[in-house]
């Protein structure tokens, strides 16, 4: 895994997930820290994603802090790895972003990733009506390609 290969907001999107992850007494990063952290951003292309796919982003939001809330917690644990369930999302991001023909990893390769690895991240897009082929037909409109 390369880091120098994401994008500055997928970077700021692992430090975001990093520090979720300590402020709720996780020991790891979760894919679904990583869900948690790219609907924080009002402004960015995974907004205009979930908008235009007509996700309540309220009820999504719920949703994944229910999620978080699930996860182990620790008490005075200071160091934050990165679960086998979220080093497996950055892995297939990169191979998400080859595939779009991308040289770098950006927050729609994170998104289209969750939806296909099974666990808490993928069962709360799934409910929410987010699945890969959405987000595709969505990204093919925004991108034109």
Do not use: C, W
């Amino acid at each position: 895994m390369k880091l120098d290969k994401l994008t500055v907001k997928s970077q700021e999107l692992l430090q975001s997930a990093h520090d979720m992850a300590q402020r709720s007494g996780n020991q790891a990063i979760e894919p679904v820290h990583f869900l948690k952290a790219l609907i924080e951003d009002d402004q960015g292309i995974v907004f205009s994603i979930l908008k235009k796919i007509g996700v309540q982003k309220d009820a999504l939001k719920k949703d994944i802090q229910a999620g978080v809330e699930k996860l182990v917690t620790v008490s005075g644990g200071s160091n934050i790895y990165l679960s086998q369930a979220g080093k497996q999302v950055l892995d297939q991001s990169f191979l998400e972003a080859q595939k779009m023909k991308d040289q770098y990893v950006s927050l729609e390769h994170i998104l289209l990733t969750l939806t296909t690895i099974k666990g808490e991240a993928f069962n709360i897009l799934k409910q929410n009506g987010v699945t890969r082929e959405v987000i595709l037909t969505v990204l093919k409109d925004i991108r034109g390609n």
